[in-house]
């Protein structure tokens, strides 16, 4: 090997030593979030005893919802209670079972569980094997550090929370939201051509919804699991465009329809199937989200006047 591509080699090797030997000492000064949603600091904050606590679950199709209009919509009539909307992203159910415990430990009085066809992907089918997320479950040494979250960290601690970031990026934190912080991208509603765009790309969701597959059986054990500690379940679908919906096959959508009206009889709990409420408004964000937008608010509305309904029929049996 000549002397000067050896000389090469070797700067790039002691360049990439440099740099990784910095990001690992960076990662334990300035640590990224855990995304462990379980470890969270809202499940160790303190409530007040006399405020009865309301939980939204779901992923961020719940996570968009407009947390403060669903506040003022429940406290108007029943200031006794409080809403958290704890969806986040790519949540679903075998997910939300790791922090169930968490969860139920805060003592919240209702539950409301939004779902929807990609709730029950099984894991298989979800998996990109040439995901970083992947690629880290792999027998290897820990090498859970993201340099980009690591080296904006660092910019930001030295410079203010606004370094780098421009006004299109700022994210939206909610009242109540934990969780999720929405992108200034979730507030901008898209037309028709967009979504035809996003379907063409990304394609229809195609599953099987029924008793075999896991993801049932985990809601059905979060489900009971909450009714065995005396909490309120409220299960409903999420909204979906038209041209979405379209491209769903009826046998998969009555397999949803069918899964709310399996799971009512054997919970004794209320549904509410919002998949095509909305599908002809021009409201939506994305090929599956509702915009976090004032001519959205629809769907924020109608979450709330759910809860309210709830609570009043609690008010009438007593309970």
Request: charged share 25%; aromatic share 8%; hydrophobic share 40%.
């Given at each position: 090997?000549?002397?000067?591509?050896?000389?090469?080699?070797?700067?790039?090797?002691?360049?990439?030593?440099?740099?990784?030997?910095?990001?690992?000492?960076?990662?334990?000064?300035?640590?990224?979030?855990?995304?462990?949603?379980?470890?969270?600091?809202?499940?160790?904050?303190?409530?007040?005893?006399?405020?009865?606590?309301?939980?939204?679950?779901?992923?961020?199709?719940?996570?968009?919802?407009?947390?403060?209009?669903?506040?003022?919509?429940?406290?108007?009539?029943?200031?006794?209670?409080?809403?958290?909307?704890?969806?986040?992203?790519?949540?679903?159910?075998?997910?939300?079972?790791?922090?169930?415990?968490?969860?139920?430990?805060?003592?919240?009085?209702?539950?409301?569980?939004?779902?929807?066809?990609?709730?029950?992907?099984?894991?298989?089918?979800?998996?990109?094997?040439?995901?970083i997320q992947q690629i880290k479950k792999l027998p290897q040494p820990d090498v859970s550090?993201?340099?980009?979250?690591?080296?904006?960290?660092?910019?930001?601690?030295?410079?203010?929370?606004?370094?780098?970031?421009?006004?299109?990026?700022?994210?939206?934190?909610?009242?109540?939201?934990?969780?999720?912080?929405?992108?200034?991208?979730?507030?901008?509603?898209?037309?028709?051509?967009?979504?035809?765009?996003?379907?063409?790309?990304?394609?229809?969701?195609?599953?099987?919804?029924?008793?075999?597959?896991?993801?049932?059986?985990?809601?059905?054990?979060?489900?009971?699991?909450?009714?065995?500690?005396?909490?309120?379940?409220?299960?409903?679908?999420?909204?979906?465009?038209?041209?979405?919906?379209?491209?769903?096959?009826?046998?998969?959508?009555?397999?949803?329809?069918?899964?709310?009206?399996?799971?009512?009889?054997?919970?004794?709990?209320?549904?509410?199937?919002?998949?095509?409420?909305?599908?002809?408004?021009?409201?939506?964000?994305?090929?599956?989200?509702?915009?976090?937008?004032?001519?959205?608010?629809?769907?924020?509305?109608?979450?709330?006047?759910?809860?309210?309904?709830?609570?009043?029929?609690?008010?009438?049996?007593?309970?």
């Amino acid at each position: 090997m000549p002397e000067q591509i050896r000389n090469i080699v070797v700067v790039l090797c002691i360049s990439f030593f440099i740099v990784f030997t910095s990001l690992f000492l960076l990662a334990d000064i300035f640590p990224t979030p855990d995304a462990n949603v379980e470890k969270n600091t809202f499940f160790t904050q303190k409530f007040d005893p006399t405020v009865k606590r309301i939980f939204i679950l779901g992923s961020s199709q719940t996570a968009v919802l407009n947390t403060t209009r669903v506040i003022e919509g429940v406290t108007k009539s029943y200031p006794e209670y409080m809403v958290y909307n704890l969806g986040y992203d790519t949540d679903n159910p075998k997910k939300r079972l790791n922090s169930l415990q968490e969860t139920m430990r805060m003592k919240p009085s209702i539950v409301l569980y939004g779902i929807s066809f990609r709730d029950f992907i099984p894991d298989y089918e979800s998996k990109n094997y040439f995901d970083i997320q992947q690629i880290k479950k792999l027998p290897q040494p820990d090498v859970s550090i993201n340099p980009k979250l690591i080296t904006l960290k660092v910019l930001k601690s030295a410079f203010g929370d606004n370094v780098l970031v421009s006004k299109s990026e700022r994210k939206i934190i909610q009242p109540n939201t934990p969780f999720t912080e929405t992108s200034q991208r979730g507030t901008i509603i898209v037309d028709d051509i967009e979504i035809r765009k996003q379907l063409a790309k990304e394609g229809p969701i195609l599953i099987k919804i029924n008793a075999e597959n896991e993801r049932v059986e985990n809601l059905k054990r979060i489900i009971t699991q909450l009714k065995q500690n005396h909490v309120k379940v409220i299960l409903f679908t999420t909204p979906l465009p038209k041209i979405y919906l379209d491209s769903i096959p009826d046998a998969e959508k009555n397999e949803l329809h069918n899964l709310l009206n399996e799971i009512a009889d054997e919970f004794d709990i209320k549904t509410y199937d919002l998949t095509a409420s909305y599908e002809e408004l021009g409201i939506w964000s994305d090929l599956a989200h509702v915009a976090l937008n004032p001519k959205s608010i629809i769907y924020s509305d109608d979450i709330a006047g759910i809860i309210v309904k709830e609570i009043e029929t609690n008010s009438t049996r007593g309970i």
